[in-house]
């Protein structure tokens, strides 16, 4: 799995500067390019009720153009199918009534050539738009909301593959080598008042505003993040049947759903997009939960950084470093010197509204804010999310026990 | 959905009386058939634990042919994938461990030309067969195993389908006319000792024998099945909401899962092979459950025959007359004056051994006596029993609150 | 726990010839009797939802005769509290709505002596009533009611106290010898044709007719009970862990449930009404499920008889003889060579209606019919049954994997 | 329910200012005095796994003394009964294995008056204590945690009795009088830098530091608790059934449960400790969950306080004052216009650990941090609360869907 020379990345995505329409169209092909590699049944299978079908990623991100933008925007726009806004709107209330998310993986039709001519068609009334200011607010949105669910399929078909005994691969693995790891190396601040929060320029979503000030106490962020290698240690230390390291739910968690390893761990082995491929020592350690990760980090000595102390370290890093998606191939943690890239990184901070915070009117409104409980932040940006998506403000969310994104742990301490 | 005439019936199946290798070649074709319709991603998902998706139906009496005839009895033969024994058991534990039965629908590979590749193989095989005793009688054994099989591919996949909020068509249904029924009319019998049980002439599966007396007592036999109209009668007399006419599991049944009429039914129209269409008044009522089966007939005045009952009554019948399976089109209960066809009918028989039973040694014997416990008797044929494959002593078994078959009701009553 | 001398039994009850005014006094005496033992708390626990907690089986049984006799047959009885009946019904649907049946342990209120006094109350005016045949047939009904909570008072409270850590003890063990056993000994029947069901003469439920004839082919049937040594070579032979020896539902059942001992085992003792106990090899097995009574069966190369063999065999036997219930002290299997008592056994019959059964008119007419899905067949009697209560056509019933009355194994054969 | 005069309270306990020894015995006398109105029945049932039976707060309070302080710091101290550990641990898993949380129920014995010699043996113990400072510390704990549990065995016995369709009363109200509320009224605050959480001095949970400081945005918070009145606008408003009023999280909870009010409303009732009561609309609402109380603040147009925020503003207020527990009588919501007292209210704030917080080494360090996670902090106190255990900087928690404790809202806004 290993190669000697890191391939220099030609990303197909236009860069965030570029044109608007310039960034539509490579991002809408970036989608269709990563489920080139699936077979209409592959696009088709739902393997939990978190995850989608491919081919409902494809549809899902056009039914938010069709709808947000095309249809209130659009005079002479009909839509392309007037049944599917039912199957295709995955939680916006306002929108109405909305086929059950858990039988997502019943859709054997519409196939994934129909899907994709209601691709063709949305993108061809795109392109007709006028050039107004809200409309390219919309689809700024849209485009960043289509990247979220760029790297959904990647985790979702991850996950349904890795339920197939025969572990087939969605592709071959994107080349990439893997650098030995020493002891930890730790980065200090000094803490004090930061600037938290988005400042206006640029697109960012709702969640990441309104920009304020936070007291931060002085601490070390670790310069990588935990190793396969460490975790191993974890577990060969009793990591997993000592309850003094886990939340209470956490050891209840690992307890109910016998968790001992991470998840697609299978001995030295782990599966892949490219199936299984034995465990690199040295990669950064993927797919664990906030329970675990907390667990590893008080074993560890250490703990988590919270949102605002990661995101006051991330002020000296580029947000569009380190291992992240550029092409449609089977991509990887691979380590790397960048705060950002390979893993999701969990803190120790809930998700909740910054001070001041209202959701957006309309049904655009329930993009973020109706989900502020029960979830975790997660900062950076892992080997599945499209460079050039992610930033410093940026305020990933899971519940604390999911492990299907690629989610690591970078450490942090008190100094 | 009605016709004028009902068309003469091609059976694509050999007869019973055909030569064997006739029937292999016609039976498995006829299953290759029935999925033509399908496309992959149909043919791969899975709707509940209780069905299988179309492709594995394909592969699973293929692996029965692989593996108790090939396998066991053709030396040089040569697994077609070793890999897939294990994704293609259903539950012979003589067998080996195999993939568990919810996760059947995540089979998005091997693809269903890779599984009807794996048909052709093993066909090709089956062809060099030595002229044994006792391979005919396992090929007859697969050959009535497959034909069960298909027709639990068809009520497996109008499950299916019929989560699908497009509706979505398997095929056109089969024309047939509907004939207007009047009251209920009556066949009398006297009672008395008879033979139950299969005498050895013939194929039978192990459970209808031995053959034995039993006593009956005198009782009449309702000369059609209940119609979709009297179910109606049912419903609009309260049916579903009168503990006195249930069974107390089933009462407790249909208020835990809100049943209120028949699977499948959405006002004056019900989900088909052939999507939605209008209720036939005068059509067999269809996918009900023992449960629903007994309230019925008691709010009727009546009661379900016993199996034993059923079967002295089948002496008179030709067991392929009535409404069966003959080609691959969409099957819909029509209603004739035959005992058999149309739908299967519960009975107040627990399946339960016969006396003296004792099942096959070996895998193969793991069919049908590990089942008897929790479960009702069956008797009769549907619309989509493949025309030669019950016969009078025939028991067909589900739980009692299992809907997804062609199930119906034919009243009996003491005299 | 054994004793050399078996103690002459001095029933506390009236026998079944006795008048029936002294039967009534005497079987409301010994239900009180069963509840000396107990606090408050202990009669207010309810440890399953099949389980009833001791104070609601006082109050329960007081209901029928408080509501079936004096309520609808003494006009100037006033209800001991309006709002009891809610209360204490227990599945009558035709006497309206009723307390949840898994909430029954919530009801610290009433009080132990608050229903100690319900039930002087009714009994107070049960001895005023008139002298009527039809109201003799219901006090005869409530009698045996109330008989059959006898036996679910101490099973229930066993099983609740199984679950204190503690290992509280109801009472001290009934003095009993266990003789040693021998290898099986059969006992063989001829077969043929035999009247079932009760013909009329003294009281039955209604489950145990219409009498009829059945034929049956000849068999044997063990003279004793499978024993707890024999059950401890079962299991030391692999016999939870072999699937051939098991119902497809009762494999399931034991793995889901990780069974792999009867109710009440623990290493080599056995929680009894008198606490924690050693196992005594030679006294028969209890609180083994029809599953787990079938694969031992299996594994035995025998099987369970039939209702109906278990009936014609029992001609010749004393249905009063036996280990069963005589006074309010713990009492447990010791073993026995009558075919009553000890265990209840279970049969390889489902629990249906005979040929022309019809349940009563009005409430008392739920009391079985409504229950015949789902369940088997048990014959005999066990240690817990008031001894005259049982009878050849007495038709006890569970649901396949209920463990927790004296449920137990005799063997049969075919011959 | 309402008097004309607020009746004097007269404390049983000492104040926090008392001698040790005097709080110790008069806190546990207090404990003493909330079971006085139970029976042994009553004590016993356990109605939820969240909940304990109040014979079980009495023994674990207890046990917390033998073990922490009695067992490990009084030589010659003999356990009471060396299997009532396994008991009445709670959650100490450095204490070893425990009897699991939803089985307490099943403890009918020990009985209670066993249990009141238990406490009785180790009260006895405690007075012989040498008089040394770190024993001082530990029986301070013990204190706190012991008055934690005073407020949850009320709670508890409430939601028990609740269940009882008699509706049964712990005991009478305590006399209150409730003043009519007018419009909401606000306190305005100006934000800036705080300082938070407790400075060591005087007794505080480990949660509750360490001390730092916080940025605050300039907010007001109401002045009185939202009343049952308002609660009931925001039902007739449809408030309910509107999901732009919810957090995700939320409105899949109240459909999934069906929550259309707050716990124990029954119409124009509501089910107190005093059995049944009318609601009284101008007393503060109570059992609410946190997804209520926030669906409520966006209907009203406002929002919940962070506990931020609420400490800041809880500088300028007496903790002691407002609707707290002085003594043994049934408790009830009145209304007060203290910060403190009648309902816990609700914080937008989840419960995670404070800047450098680290656990106490050994057992006594689970208290606290291993809950911080999936949990929502409520600030003040309630009526249940015994007077003088809260304070500005008590950080109660509990997860965002339960009602049984006197959980109700406080509203905020930005200024």
């Not at 001041?356 to 940006?381: D, H, T, W």
Request: charged share 20%.
């Amino acid at each position: 799995m290993e190669t000697t020379t890191r391939r220099q990345q030609t990303p197909v995505s236009a860069p965030p500067a570029a044109p608007l329409a310039d960034r539509l169209r490579s991002i809408r092909a970036l989608t269709r390019a990563l489920v080139a590699p699936l077979s209409d049944a592959d696009a088709t299978i739902q393997s939990m009720a978190d995850a989608s079908p491919a081919k409902w990623h494809l549809a899902h991100t056009t039914w938010f153009f069709e709808t947000f933008i095309l249809r209130d925007h659009l005079p002479e726009y009909r839509l392309f199918d007037a049944e599917w806004p039912f199957l295709f709107n995955s939680y916006y209330e306002a929108e109405g009534p909305r086929h059950a998310r858990p039988m997502r993986g019943m859709l054997s039709r519409p196939s994934l050539d129909d899907v994709l001519a209601y691709r063709a068609h949305v993108d061809a009334h795109l392109e007709r738009l006028p050039d107004r200011p809200e409309l390219a607010a919309l689809i700024e949105l849209g485009l960043n909301h289509e990247q979220q669910h760029q790297e959904l399929l990647l985790t979702d078909i991850k996950h349904a593959l890795s339920l197939n005994p025969l572990a087939p691969a969605y592709a071959s693995l994107s080349p990439f080598s893997i650098e030995p790891t020493g002891a930890m190396d730790w980065e200090c601040h000094e803490g004090g008042r930061h600037r938290i929060g988005h400042d206006g320029t640029g697109f960012a979503f709702d969640n990441e505003g309104p920009a304020h000030d936070v007291l931060i106490e002085p601490f070390a962020l670790a310069r990588r993040l935990v190793t396969n290698r460490e975790w191993a240690e974890f577990i060969a230390d009793g990591g997993y049947r000592n309850p003094a390291l886990w939340l209470s739910d956490g050891w209840a968690w690992i307890n109910a759903e016998a968790i001992r390893a991470p998840l697609y761990w299978q001995d030295n082995a782990a599966f892949t997009l490219a199936g299984l491929q034995p465990l690199q020592p040295d990669a950064p350690v993927a797919h664990v939960s906030f329970y675990e990760a907390d667990a590893f980090a008080t074993w560890a000595g250490h703990r988590l950084p919270t949102e605002f102390e990661w995101e006051a370290a991330a002020a000296a890093h580029d947000s569009a470093g380190g291992t992240q998606l550029d092409e449609a191939v089977g991509v990887h943690p691979a380590g790397s010197p960048s705060l950002f890239g390979d893993c999701w990184q969990w803190t120790r901070s809930a998700y909740l509204p910054y001070p001041r915070f209202r959701p957006a009117a309309g049904a655009v409104g329930e993009y973020n804010g109706k989900f502020m409980s029960g979830q975790c932040i997660l900062k950076g940006a892992s080997c599945a999310t499209p460079r050039g998506h992610s930033r410093a403000t940026y305020r990933n969310f899971f519940p604390p026990e999911k492990r299907w994104q690629f989610t690591g742990v970078r450490l942090a301490k008190d100094i």
